[in-house]
């Protein structure tokens, strides 16, 4: 089966930077994604890495180490309606099915 | 961009009594569609994978009888909530695939809140 963790809750700054970081488990791996989602919405798309590497969107950039199954999404100038859930999610198995990680609730302060 | 309908959005029904919850691909075929549920607070748990065409494949612990899935064509799959009872409110999301492996991007349903009383 497959495992993700994340760290439950991170408080920051408006206008810092943060980083929430994503370990996961898995056979049959593809890639890995991010997602955000606000309360009571759908999931955001934000990003998807199937390289070892960084990739930059705008103020958010993620991060992928196949080897170390560990990967981390960036957040810069941070605004307020950055207050969300992310979720970081794997693709796996032969159709490439995405599974979610256990969530990150980000509250950006004033 | 992609766009997918789900309906309805909210349901309200009596415990032992079945709801449907449709998931449509407006704009392009999605080979796969994925359920989701997910409880206050908590991640999305997948419950099941839809192929069209096809018999679903649902994840470990989820009761396939319980829980219809059909994806008759390549736009429309259904999930149908059986006998439901209150355990079984919830946030019920779909998402379907469209190069996905490619891009990544699940591309994600309104969402329907089930409340069974």
């Known amino acids: 089966g497959q495992s993700l963790e994340q760290p439950s809750e991170v408080t920051a700054v408006e206008g810092a930077i943060v980083q929430i970081n994503c370990t996961y488990q898995?056979?049959?791996?593809?890639?890995l994604s991010w997602y955000q989602q606000h309360d009571g919405g759908a999931p955001t798309f934000l990003s998807y890495n199937a390289l070892d590497g960084l990739e930059e969107t705008g103020r958010f950039s993620s991060f992928l180490s196949r080897s170390d199954s560990y990967g981390y999404l960036l957040l810069q100038e941070l605004q307020m309606k950055d207050s969300a859930s992310y979720f970081c999610a794997v693709h796996s198995g032969g159709y490439q099915k995405v599974t979610f990680g256990t969530g990150t609730k980000l509250q950006v302060i004033p | 961009g992609a766009v997918v309908s789900q309906h309805p959005s909210w349901v309200i029904c009596k415990s032992g009594t079945s709801v449907k919850i449709e998931c449509r691909s407006l704009?392009?075929?999605?080979?796969?569609m994925f359920w989701y549920r997910q409880f206050p607070k908590q991640s999305l748990m997948l419950m099941a994978t839809?192929?069209?065409?096809?018999?679903?494949?649902?994840e470990q612990g989820v009761e396939k009888d319980k829980f219809l899935i059909n994806h008759a064509s390549l736009t429309l799959s259904t999930l149908t909530v059986t006998s439901a009872h209150p355990e079984d409110s919830s946030f019920y999301i779909c998402s379907a695939s469209f190069q996905t492996g490619v891009t990544g991007e699940l591309f994600f349903g309104e969402g329907s809140r089930l409340t069974v009383l």
């Open positions: 704009d392009f075929q999605a080979t796969t």
């Open positions: 839809s192929n069209e065409g096809s018999k679903a494949t649902y």
């Open positions: 898995t056979s049959g791996f593809y890639g």
